[in-house]
């Protein structure tokens, strides 16, 4: 497993040499959200579509 600076470092290394600052921090926080979203599905920390639904339902009322 890697550490955080070495997952940064990863992700930067990938990125073609003329990439923004805004572009790396764009791909840094998409790898840290499917990181956290794949932890949450290993921890069973999941919601069902229905589930979802009914919520959205709820709120726009």
């Known amino acids: 497993m890697f ?8 992700v ?4 073609p040499e003329d990439a923004t600052y805004e572009e ?3 791909e840094l ?12 599905s290993r921890q069973g ?5 229905g589930e979802i639904e009914q919520r959205i339902r709820a709120w726009q009322k």
């Open 29 to 40: 926080a998409f790898e840290r959200m499917v990181a956290r979203g794949l932890e949450d």
């Open 12 to 15: 930067i290394q990938a990125q």
């Open 45 to 49: 920390w999941v919601i069902s579509n």
């Open 3 to 10: 550490n955080a600076k070495e997952k940064m470092a990863e």
């Open 24 to 26: 790396i921090m764009r």
